[in-house]
């Protein structure tokens, strides 16, 4: 069974640019996150969807938004890019019970903003 | 503020020897505990879980122990192996939030010499 996928693995874009980031969750899983790892640090959360509508927000500004689509994959948009926002990106889903369950991570991808 | 967060930050053991791995948290509502493993370049890989309802569960070659009296969380790794090596994260997750939204501590990179 595939994984959480995410794309593109790799992105470079410079200071004021967009960038949208796209996952699929595993098959069957209704909830997709998206947290971001700055290098040397856990992961923090930023937004949680679930059946298309958003559950959570971390606490990061409006520059961030996301959304996610009838099959249950998620983008996830960056506007006005700044430099402090290159990090590792990380999709996860988790199971279709709207409760605390366990996440599974993608490979995440990882931005960076020159 | 409200953390999950870990004592130590680099843990440095022999190969065969018991690992153990320790987490500090501070929010009493937490109800859920997950431990996750992150080798570079890769996203966070679910280990092993607990419900505030348990003080211990054993996985294969893992053990989670959970005080809620010193709101303390451990992962004991037995007969390390090199492919242990990598960044420990714990992770809570609290009642109040609805779905699933993860405080992560910061991490601990372990490391096992043969």
């Known amino acids: 069974d595939a994984g959480v996928t995410q794309s593109p693995t790799h992105l470079i874009k410079t200071r004021g640019q967009h960038v949208t980031l796209r996952c699929s969750p595993i098959?069957?899983?209704?909830?997709v996150s998206w947290y971001q790892q700055v290098l040397g640090q856990g992961p923090q959360f930023i937004f949680q969807y679930y059946e298309k509508e958003e559950r959570g927000r971390g606490n990061f500004p409006d520059r961030f938004s996301a959304r996610q689509f009838p099959n249950y994959s998620s983008e996830l948009n960056v506007n006005a890019l700044l430099l402090g926002d290159s990090a590792l990106y990380l999709c996860?889903?988790?199971?279709?019970?709207?409760?605390?369950?366990?996440?599974?991570f993608g490979s995440g991808t990882q931005l960076s903003v020159l | 503020g409200e953390s999950v967060g870990l004592h130590l930050p680099t843990l440095s053991v022999q190969e065969g020897d018991n690992s153990i791995i320790n987490c500090a948290y501070s929010n009493s509502a937490s109800d859920y505990f997950i431990w996750y493993k992150q080798e570079s370049g890769k996203g966070p890989q679910f280990i092993i879980d607990i419900r505030s309802n348990m003080d211990k569960r054993q996985g294969q070659r893992v053990t989670v122990l959970l005080n809620k009296t010193v709101k303390h969380l451990s992962l004991q790794i037995a007969a390390t192996q090199p492919g242990d090596s990598a960044v420990y994260f714990c992770?809570?997750?609290?009642?109040?939030?609805?779905?699933?939204?993860?405080?992560f501590g910061e991490g601990t990179q372990l490391t096992v010499n043969p």
């Open positions: 996860a889903s988790s199971p279709p019970r709207d409760s605390n369950e366990k996440l599974f």
């Open positions: 098959s069957g899983h209704k909830s």
């Open positions: 992770a809570e997750n609290r009642a109040e939030t609805s779905g699933s939204r993860l405080t």
